[in-house]
């Protein structure tokens, strides 16, 4: 087990009606604030102006930015920066999904910086301090209400990229499950996928005497793997108590408490971000197309761990007496999975033009080798595209 | 699933050598302290040397307080109190297991009322502010260096109770598992016991809709179970991931994560309360004797949940045929466990006097009936000791 610190200050607030608490938690640091969000769904199904009374009552008044897009733009970000330095705004509440959040991450950066907020993204500068930042989630799948990162798309490139530092974590989130209930499949889908994304990026390790963290890890993705199935497949998209697992299981799967003591991978993220940033897909459904080649690649990598994921994480028995095929059957089921809930697996299935693989495989290891499962370089990354292809 | 709130603001710095950090952490707090420990091993093993010699590194002074045993006493907190006042120091380090820090964060309680202590653990007072406190983490068992709880036994009845607030959770804990490289088995093992308890209250509620909690619970719990016989009975003292698993385990079990969404019971830790208050025994020995013979009370209370108990924690095959067949055996294999490691599972074994059982049975129900699983009178706390004689 790796010598690790641990420390997430984000206040959860989880449950029916809890939206309604906004403004009193809001209150807590300021009385005026940037408020963000998408403008879409947040708006029609009335969740944001519950959001608004809540604020009102608590005596908080508001600038509104919306127009936040999937893989969030920073066109807009320079906005956010903008109005906040133009209005003196000194906190930023997203109400949203992961775009959103990480948006609202980003402004929060820029708002206390002179120069160009990508400098950050772009690893030029170091974050260090940010403004305070809190959400009111509508779609678990980012795990960005209580995470240190923010991943932003340069449409100039277009580039995507991430910041991860403890200055961008919000300082409370409110979490009602009953906001899901409206969330297209597909969108719910890819939440999925990227929750159990944001697992197995920490579970392919080969840290040893992580038995803890490893029975954590199996446990929520076994949680989630169900309860997709319920809320998605199985009639269950106002089923309180499934989307409460699913949103409580989104939080837990990105706020580091799972990959304590160990060292994750992360190669998968930054092959996806590929995909997502040229073909802007929906970025679950670029893991769930990623993730199962990526396994299939390093199936020769430490096979018992591969073949104990197969195991205890998609039932497959047998997985003693052969690791290879015990993965390789994991993997078949997890692929099943994400066919089963509406996702694609494959760049055929989502139309991703192969072309520009040799491009995304260059642009993927921009800032060196990817993974630390085992190190991937271009030509890697180009072979795992491939293995995705069909 | 219940609304919840969850906030754990504890900073956990974990690892080998971490100690050296104690120093730099506490001077953000103060520059004078008070160091709080039980004169015991933790001066033999030269431990508390290091801790100092780190404090003394970052210009940090202190008075020391030492003397706190087992089922930490009223009296020691009062010493405490007294020279925090006199001495005007703002901070309060506990280097040691749970009596320690639990002394440390009455202490805290202390220094800021003007009455006696014992009032918030009386209940005539709710605890609502206390001095920073923050511990160096020797012994891995009642989770208190991440936990809002502190209980203390007052000397003159004597009476055992608790206080869990908010403002007694340590600011930063500091946990090296080399340093229970030294613990005798049978302190290792009632620590074992404590945990698995902690995680056990929280584990058998009524509550429907609590599958990833289920999963967290059960997979801290086969961790625990596995790390225990391997330290314990199979030679690894000194096995430094086995301590490890045992020691942030600990943590994990006590510190709310793991009671999201769910309404815990807490019946057998009043139950357990009574033993080591008129005995002076271990805490965790006497939740060894005590959470058996609540499972067999219990019996036919949500057989289902206590089947499911047996099956994923204990191994139980057939738990979907005969639950109450499945929860006998799951008792019988977590008393074999407990003594495989060394720990009493009966009145008789322990050499606790039966005559007072009526006594402590009315002793128990003093604030009222006891548990949420099932609510407990004092004949129901009778019958389950009477269940634990042999």
């Known amino acids: 087990m790796q010598n690790f610190e641990y420390y997430n200050r984000t206040k959860i607030i ?22 963000h969000h998408s403008g879409g769904s947040v708006v029609r199904t009335g969740y944001l102006d519950k959001v608004k009374e ?50 609202a991450k980003a402004i929060a950066i820029g708002a206390l910086y002179d120069g160009d907020v990508w400098d950050f993204y772009d690893r030029k ?40 530092d403890e200055c961008i974590r919000p300082v409370f989130s409110i979490l009602n499950p009953e906001a899901t209930f409206t969330l297209p499949p597909f969108q719910t889908a890819c939440g999925v996928a990227d929750m159990l994304a944001h697992i197995m990026e920490r579970y392919f390790t080969r840290e ?22 319920r809320v998605i497949t199985g009639g269950g998209e106002r089923d309180y108590g499934a989307r409460a697992e699913l949103m409580w299981a989104g939080s837990i799967a990105h706020n580091n408490l799972l990959s304590t003591g160990r060292i994750g991978d992360w190669g998968s993220h930054a092959i996806e971000h590929e995909l997502s ?30 073949a104990r994921f197969a195991a205890k994480v998609w039932g497959v028995d047998g997985a003693y007496y052969d690791y290879e095929q015990a993965t390789l059957e994991g993997v078949l089921r997890m692929k099943n999975f994400f066919t089963s809930i509406g996702l694609p697996v494959s760049f055929e299935e989502a139309g991703l033009d192969s072309g520009k693989i040799p491009l995304m495989a260059e642009r993927a290891v921009k800032f060196g080798p990817l993974g630390n499962f085992r190190r991937l370089d271009a030509g890697d990354v180009e072979a795992i595209y491939r293995l995705a292809l069909k």
């Open 277 to 306: 940033a040229l073909f802007d897909i929906a970025h679950g459904a670029g893991l769930a197309i990623v993730f199962p080649a990526w396994i299939r690649y390093n199936i020769k990598e430490d096979t018992p761990r591969l």
């Open 125 to 164: 500068q170091t974050a260090a301090r940010a403004l305070p930042v809190a959400a009111v989630l509508t779609i678990p799948a980012a795990g960005s209400e209580s995470s240190v990162s923010s991943v932003i798309t340069n449409e100039e490139g277009p580039w995507k990229s991430s910041v991860n």
């Open 208 to 229: 040893a005497h992580v038995e803890l963290t490893d029975e954590l890890c199996e446990g929520a993705m076994r949680t989630i793997i169900r309860n997709a199935r």
């Open 54 to 103: 809540s604020l009102k009552a608590a005596g908080v008044s508001w600038v509104e930015l919306d127009g936040v897009q999937p893989n969030p733009r920073l066109s807009l970000v320079h906005r956010g920066v903008e109005i906040c330095k133009k209005e003196k705004l000194n906190f930023i509440l997203a109400v949203g999904g992961g775009s959103v959040i990480d948006s």
């Open 14 to 35: 989880f449950g029916r009606g809890t939206e309604s608490r906004t403004g009193a938690e809001t209150a807590v640091y300021a009385r005026r604030i940037l408020l």
